[in-house]
């Protein structure tokens, strides 16, 4: 079983919609969650880490369920500037370096 | 302005030749990490650096080696022991302390021709 898992997508979604992305771990003892976004042939960036009591950034809205052991990633009123692969990235805990990425969802906003 | 730096942004390599990739980072981050990543597939990790003149394997270390002799610097070597060595790479830093996220370079797009 891989250690972090996400629907590849894609999505299309129209402008203006609201969409959420789910991504599962493995790793009970997991302690820190992040999304990332990845545009075309660009590198990941840091969309927003996750925190245990959920967390928002504008129009993204972040949730963490520790019990079914997955996160969420909920844009609402999608801009074409939205479009890209949203990754999620899990650790944990022992060090950066266990970094676990999923293979990302890919989003693409139509106008 | 703070960032990590990876040169060049494309290079091509025919077989049989080593190559090495460039990671700088100005951030003062004590851990550095590289990356491949492959059309489909998530970033594997490759090889890890928490300190100077210390590094460790990831899970795909095979044909590749790195060096940890400045803080700011961890460069790449693909070897001609790598049997697919075509990908993208990516340089990554953050701070040692744990939970913390990492942050990219913009990668380097290696072709073998």
């Known amino acids: 079983r891989k250690e972090v898992e996400q629907d590849p997508g894609p999505f299309n979604v129209p402008e203006g919609a609201t969409v959420a992305f789910n991504c599962t771990y493995s790793?009970?003892?997991?302690?820190?969650f992040f999304w990332y976004r990845q545009d075309c042939r660009k590198e990941p960036k840091l969309l927003m880490s996750v925190y245990s009591s959920g967390n928002e950034d504008g129009r993204f809205t972040a949730q963490l369920n520790r019990a079914s052991q997955y996160i969420s990633l909920l844009i609402r009123d999608s801009k074409l500037s939205d479009s890209a692969t949203y990754l999620c990235v899990v650790s944990p805990g022992t060090g950066a370096n266990n970094l676990f990425f999923g293979t990302g969802t890919r989003l693409t906003v139509i106008p | 302005d703070g960032g990590i730096t990876q040169s060049p942004k494309y290079l091509f390599r025919k077989e049989g030749q080593n190559v090495t990739l460039s990671c700088e980072q100005n951030?003062?981050?004590?851990?550095m990490y590289w990356y491949r990543q492959d059309p489909g597939q998530g970033l594997r990790l490759i090889y890890y650096?928490?300190?100077?003149?210390?590094?460790q394997k990831g899970d795909i270390a095979e044909g590749y080696s790195v060096s940890r002799e400045k803080k700011e610097s961890f460069p790449l070597t693909v070897t001609s022991a790598q049997k697919n060595p075509t990908a993208f790479y990516l340089c990554a830093s953050s701070r040692a302390a744990r939970n913390t996220e990492a942050f990219f370079g913009q990668g380097t797009r290696l072709t073998v021709v």
């Open positions: 790793n009970s003892a997991s302690q820190s």
């Open positions: 951030l003062n981050h004590d851990a």
């Open positions: 650096s928490q300190i100077v003149n210390d590094f």
